[in-house]
């Protein structure tokens, strides 16, 4: 049987630093902690009932929680967050809260009774009492909090840029569709547009919405048209919603984007091969996975951090349902 | 503390029948197992290791492998079988395989890991080593191999019937898009176009793919008309790769359906929002995800099966991509 003294030297280092790596006790190099666990797995050193709940807390299983995987955004987020965990042998187990309090409380219960050491979640509650009295670390992704670890993209600059955007284009009676109160991104991108086009001075209709489901898109698009039925833009509140006012403007005989300019908010997959294709603000979902898979891997291996909250760049994403910009020069 | 003579007069059965409960020995009618099952905890009754383990294995979690989050088919199927599942109070932890062998083996292992009670796997390879060496049960879901518990739709037939359908509205000259080799439902789709178009004796080529991702659809895309520059008809693999021919005949000026005519397969949520509506072989993917979740629950608690392989119906879902069906009478 192989003793902790066996670790040491087989390591290089000394009892004190196999204890601070065995306990997670006090700082320890990076590579000085590979050199140790890959002495006790070589020595096959099972360092008894401390070692059993390091191993057992020590996992390398994270719990990744999303509120709706029907929605393409959320799908590529997953992907970051896989890809990037995968290379750092990391596994995730999903839950899908299909955005319902409820559904979201059962998986962080779950995850936690299968040891993740880490979590990543797309909440509209991260200040909840779930989160607050779990002690893994947990990243918030998309939908934040401040002063907690998290990943997003900036939502108010997205929905200025949108606004910006079609105003240069040329539309005079826009129509801004306004995501669900209680996500906190959609909110920020709704004030970033309707704050800039009343700077502009430009004339702008809110339709409310309570979702970014596929099922419902089509009544919010219809009631862009019902509400404001002389419309020459459409800043929507996602690209899926998007995709339905362009629908719905089609079959409504208007021309897009001559008659009508609308703009997404996401850039998922399937909105290039829209015909035409849509314009968007691009929020770099894959890379915002990674992102918060990277920080989450800090925090599980207590690296220190300049900065836990990151903040990735929109992209306005021109294609065709919006005209060519007027120059002004 | 409880004994097990107090819990089986607590629920009014015998001791014997409380053990096999517990060990999970022989048969015990549902109603009485749950009596039993109340009765232990209304008594805090714990019965040792033996019991211990039983809880362990009662984990009431399940693991739903499936292939790519990204196709919009498979979020669907989740849905399916995540509500059917929580209606049953089990819980489920999601893996995806991004359709590599390497991956799946991994997250069947961190599901037995996590002791989940059950599995249900969208996989290409369900005579792996890896599902028959299990001892918990598995139900194949949309990719599935004879004899063993799953749930699927007829390919065969989606694919006979986006043939006929495709023929009875004068398409002559039909690319038919074969989807990956080694996706057993794909090829049996393609089997079913190619075969019926033979029947018929209508001229048609095959455009090979290698996958359903988006990423690839507009490869493909490109690929028909290159091939059959001519064709007035189209058969995809699949929604993502019809939605990437629309866009693609759209762009190189050609009217939908008037000079070609597209088929897609699975029926995705984005199909009715395209423009013009996509014309699709509709899988009732959600309602396959419950048929397995209830398969599996099924199988978990021991019931009698009639049948353990359920096929699903396919039916022609006629939108805008295709033209009106000549009368023949």
Redesign the interface.
Known sequence: MATIRDVAKHAGVSVATVSRVINETGYVHEDTRKKVETAIKELHYTPNEVARSLYKRK?R?IGLLLPD??N?FF??L??GV?DEM?ENDF??????S?EKSS?EQ??IQ?FV??NVVGMIASTNDPDTHAYRKLNIPVVFLDRTMDNRPSVYSDGYEGGRLAAQEIAARGSRNIAVIQGPERVRPAMDRFRGAAETLKDLDIAFQVIQSSSFG??E??VWAKEVFRKVPDTDGVIASND?VA??V??EA??LGKKVPEDVQIIGFDDI??SS???P?LTTIRQPAYEMGRAAARLLIQLIEKEALDNHTIQMPVTFTERDTTRKAEKND
């Not at 596994?91 to 899908?96: D, E, L, P």
């Open positions: 996992s299983l995987i029907a393409p799908p590529e997953a992907r896989e995968q596994r995730i187990i999903f839950g899908n299909d559904k059962e998986y779950t009774q299968n596929i099922a898109a089509g899926i995709a339905a362009l629908h089609l079959r997959p399937l091969l829209l015909t294709p």
